[in-house]
């Protein structure tokens, strides 16, 4: 899970018909949020039918697919504050990672904005 924090404890609490009080809820730290668009490196055209894959940079396991909007290859999704890689592909066009394997991290409530350029393939 990309959000996941291996340092983090989550004991288990069972709720029956009894009074609660006393329980704390703790959140993880604040994320940013991360938009973008997706577009042709030629034409500078959107690119609607792509996906971005947003990873954690330290476990390649943990990731998330983003799907760009319909119409003009938009995305946006809350990361968590911590290092995170883009990538993104479409149909006809090669895999491209943002800022050429650059690692992104946003602080929390940091909003920042991307663009992923993807080249076509050759034939």
């Known amino acids: ?11 288990e609490i069972s ?11 703790m959140l993880g730290m604040r994320g940013g949020v991360l938009e973008g668009d997706l577009r042709d490196q030629e034409t500078q055209n ?17 990731y998330v697919e983003v799907f760009p909007d319909k119409l ?7 990361v968590p504050n911590k290092p995170v890689l883009v990538s993104a592909t479409a149909p006809g ?16 409530g940091e909003h920042r904005h991307i663009t992923i350029e993807l080249t076509r393939r050759k034939p």
């Open 72 to 78: 003009g290859g938009q995305f946006q999704f809350t």
């Open 93 to 108: 066009y090669a895999t491209t990672y943002f800022g050429n394997r650059e690692e992104v991290t946003l602080s929390g």
């Open 46 to 62: 959107p690119i609607p039918q792509g996906k971005v894959v947003i990873r954690d940079a330290r476990n390649a396991e943990a």
């Open 15 to 25: 709720v029956q018909e009894e009074d609660i009080s006393g329980v704390r809820v």
């Open 1 to 11: 899970m990309l959000s996941a924090d291996p340092t983090d404890r989550f004991p």
